[in-house]
Every structure is written in C-alpha cells, then in structure tokens.
C-alpha cells in the first residue's frame, strides 16, 4: 500500500495539537480535558499531555474555578504582525483615549481575518456600567460596526466576494439577514464614512466604527466605539460617528494614508 505525500510527512501529535487550538478557538467559553477529547474523538491521555503543554507554553489558561480551558492571548501577539499593522495600535491608543474621555465611553481598536474581525485594544469607559470584552475576542462583519465600514471600504468586487461567503447569523431582530439589505447599509456607510451597529449583534448594545488605512492604501484596522442604546440616541450617534471619523482618518495620515480623493 502506497502512502501519500500527505500521510507520509503527517506529525499525530502536532495535528491533534492544532486541532485542539481550533476546537478552542470555536468556544470561546472553554472546554476540559474531557470535552476536548470527547468532541475530537482523542484519548484522554494524549488531549491531557496536549493541554498540559499548551498551558506549559502559555497557548491555554486554565478558566479561574473549573476545568476548562481557553486560548490565552499569546495566540494574537504573535499573529498581530500578519493580520494587522502593529503600528495601527500604538497610534491608535493616544486617540481611543482621547475618544474615551470625550464620551466617557468604552473605546476599541481591532483588525480583520478572514471572514472575521479581531479585537486588539479595548480603553474602557468611564461610567458606572460599560461594556468590556476581552482581546482576541472575534466578532461578525454583517452586525458589527467595524465590519460594516470595513466591507464598505473594501474594493467592491472584493467586498462581494466576503459577503456571499458570510453566514448572516441572526442574533437580535435587528439583525440584517439579507445581503440585500446589507449591501443596501453598506452604501450608507460609505457615504457617512463611519459604521453602525444598531443593537443588531446585542440587545440593548450600539457601536459605531470607521477603519483606519496605512500608507499602502489598504485597511490597518478600525476604531469603535461600544455603548448602551439608552444613552445613544440618533443625534449623538451623528455626532459620535463624525469624532470617530476624524479620529480615523488622523490614524490613517500618522500611518502614512494619502488620501487619492481629489477636490
């Protein structure tokens, strides 16, 4: 029996390693040693070898009070330098913050993978209650105001072609569930120049986000901001929208963006 290239060059322990990784990557809540190998099919032993490593190299954290365990964000820092500029964070933190103590909400910045976005930074807000997530943290295009003003700003053919491989998931009943419609908002926010997320990943939740380009033209990351729906009505949405812009764009120019618009 001849064996393929691909049986013949394959590493067991490096291949349920990496599987490992991915199941992890998809619940986000975590998983033990005994779920792991249940849902992969593996023997205990060697999930439990696996993770001991993992957690030995600081890939896994142990979840505080359980037996679960959940990717740590070593994960991230070492894929920063391919999925996003590693320049777009540090110039974005002086204007989050700035952004921060203007609206006393939380502020994050985040870049994009795939079908996906990713969260880098978060500056958190200044009132009483304010939302905090966790970086690393991945989030839809179709609901998410960074989403939204990134396929927006994408080549048109380019943003298409990510639309038709979304799974427009349904989380509230806001939710844009069509491409029809989604397509329809993303003219909107090109014309506005910034996203907005209108409860439609979470009840009660708005955001708002403009992406941020660097001196090849191409999107570094976005900016956003994340705040109740009570305490955003349209005006101050407007109004939010156009401080986030400028802040983008002034990012964008400390990167090295030019902009090709001609007056």
Not at 103 to 121: D, I, N, R
Not at 218 to 230: C, D, L, T
Request: with cysteine; aromatic share 6%.
């Amino acid at each position: 029996m001849t064996m393929t290239n691909d049986q013949k060059y394959n590493v067991p322990g490096l291949d349920r390693a990496l599987s490992i990784i991915e199941l992890l990557n998809e619940n986000a809540n975590g998983l033990s040693v005994n779920d792991v190998a249940a849902m992969l099919k593996l023997p205990v032993n060697s999930v439990y070898r696996i993770m001991s490593t993992l957690e030995r190299r600081k890939y896994v954290n142990k979840n505080k009070g359980g037996p679960e365990f959940i990717l740590s964000e070593k994960l991230l820092q070492l894929a920063t330098p391919v999925t996003g500029d590693p320049s777009f964070t540090e110039s974005a933190i002086p204007y989050l913050y700035e952004l921060r103590d203007e609206t006393k909400e939380s502020l994050l910045a985040g870049t994009f993978v795939e079908q996906e976005g990713v969260v880098l930074e978060q500056i958190d807000g200044l009132h009483n209650f304010s939302f905090k997530v966790k970086p690393g943290l991945r989030f839809p295009l179709h609901t998410s105001a960074p989403g939204k003003a990134y396929l927006a700003n994408l080549p048109v053919k380019e943003s298409k072609k990510i639309i038709a491989k979304l799974k427009l998931t349904r989380f509230t009943p806001k939710t844009l569930t069509s491409i029809s419609k989604l397509t329809e908002e993303l003219e909107e926010v090109r014309l506005l120049g910034y996203g907005v997320d209108r409860e439609e990943e979470m009840d009660g939740q708005v955001c708002i986000g403009a992406v941020v380009k660097n001196r090849k033209n191409s999107i570094a990351g976005a900016i956003w901001m994340v705040a109740p729906s009570n305490r955003m009505n349209e005006q101050k949405i407007k109004q939010t929208g156009e401080m986030i812009k400028q802040s983008a764009d002034q990012i964008s120019t400390n990167l090295g963006y030019l902009s090709l618009a001609v007056a």
